[in-house]
C-alpha cells in the first residue's frame, strides 16, 4: 500500500480526527490539520517532531476561515492527495422543548461543514484529475434514532450528500470515500448512557478506515459487523422499527463534545 504524501483533516483535536492524524503521521504524511483547539494540534505537532505538520484554527462553519486554511496549505506544500471531512459533534434534542439552536448547530457542524470543507479544493482536484475526498458519516444515519433527531438527520443528510459529491466527481477521476463508523471509543460516545455493540478502539478505528480510503473503497461500515446491523435496520418496517425503539435509551439533552 503506497503512502499518502499530503493529508488535510478537519476536527483533528480529539476523538476519530486525532486518531487519524496520528495514523497518518506514523505512515509519514505531511499534514495540514484543522480544529478550534490549537493546543491539542500543538501537541500531537510535538509528539510527531519528524513529520511536517501545519495547524489551523477553525470552525467547520466558517467558510472563510476554512477557504483561508486551504490556500495556507496549498500554498505550503501542494494541493493534497486526501481531505477527511471529520469534524463533527453529537447533541441529545428534543422537539418541543426549545432545542431548535442546538439542531441547526448540529446539522451545521456535520453536513454544511462537511461540504465547507471540500469546496476549497474540489476544483483544483477536478482540474488535476486526481485527490480523495472522505467524509465521516455514520451508522446512527440510517434510521432515525430518537431523542438524536438532529444526529441522525445530519448523518443522513452527509450519507446522502457523499453519494451525490461521489458519482459528481466520478468523470474528474476525484475518488470519494464514505466512512459510516459505529461505536467508537472517544470523547464524543464517553457518556452515551445505553450498551454500545461491537465499541471500537479509536486507533483501531483510524488503521481500518485509512486502508479503506487508501483502497478508495466507496463506502465502509467500520467495525463490519454494525454494517450487518445497519442492513438489518433498514430492513425493518416501520411499524416493527417504532415499537422496538420507542423506549430506547436516549443521549442527554445538549450534551456532546467535538469528534
Not at 212 to 233: C, E, H, S
Request: charged share 20%.
Amino acid at each position: 500500500m503506497n503512502s499518502p504524501s499530503k493529508v488535510f483533516i478537519t476536527g483533528a483535536s480529539s476523538g476519530i480526527g486525532l486518531a487519524l492524524a496520528e495514523q497518518y503521521a506514523r505512515q509519514g504524511a505531511t499534514l495540514g490539520l484543522v480544529a478550534r483547539r490549537l493546543d491539542a494540534l500543538a501537541e500531537l505537532a510535538r509528539r510527531f517532531p519528524q513529520v511536517s505538520i501545519s495547524t489551523y484554527s477553525a470552525d467547520v462553519r466558517d467558510t472563510q476561515a476554512l477557504a483561508h486554511a486551504a490556500a495556507q496549505f496549498i500554498g505550503e506544500h501542494g494541493l493534497p492527495d486526501i481531505v477527511i471531512a471529520n469534524a463533527g459533534i453529537s447533541k441529545g434534542v428534543a422537539t418541543g422543548y426549545g432545542d431548535l439552536e442546538t439542531f441547526r448547530e448540529v446539522m451545521d457542524v456535520n453536513c454544511f461543514g462537511m461540504a465547507a470543507t471540500f469546496e476549497p479544493f474540489v476544483r483544483a482536484m477536478t482540474e488535476a484529475r486526481r485527490g480523495t475526498l472522505v467524509g465521516i458519516a455514520s451508522v446512527a444515519g440510517v434510521r432515525g434514532l430518537p431523542g438524536s433527531g438532529a444526529y441522525s438527520a445530519s448523518k443522513a443528510a452527509a450519507l446522502t450528500y457523499l453519494e451525490s459529491l461521489r458519482v459528481e466527481m466520478r468523470p474528474f477521476g476525484v475518488a470519494v470515500v464514505t466512512i459510516a463508523p459505529g461505536y467508537i471509543r472517544t470523547p464524543m460516545t464517553a457518556h452515551n448512557p445505553y450498551r454500545m455493540p461491537f465499541l471500537m478502539d479509536a486507533e483501531r478505528f483510524a488503521q481500518k478506515a485509512a486502508a479503506a480510503i487508501a483502497r478508495k473503497t466507496r463506502f465502509a461500515v467500520l467495525p463490519w459487523p454494525m454494517g450487518i446491523v445497519a442492513v438489518l435496520l433498514r430492513c425493518l418496517p416501520r411499524w416493527l422499527y417504532d415499537r422496538l425503539f420507542e423506549k430506547a435509551p436516549r443521549k442527554p439533552r445538549a450534551v456532546g463534545e467535538a469528534r
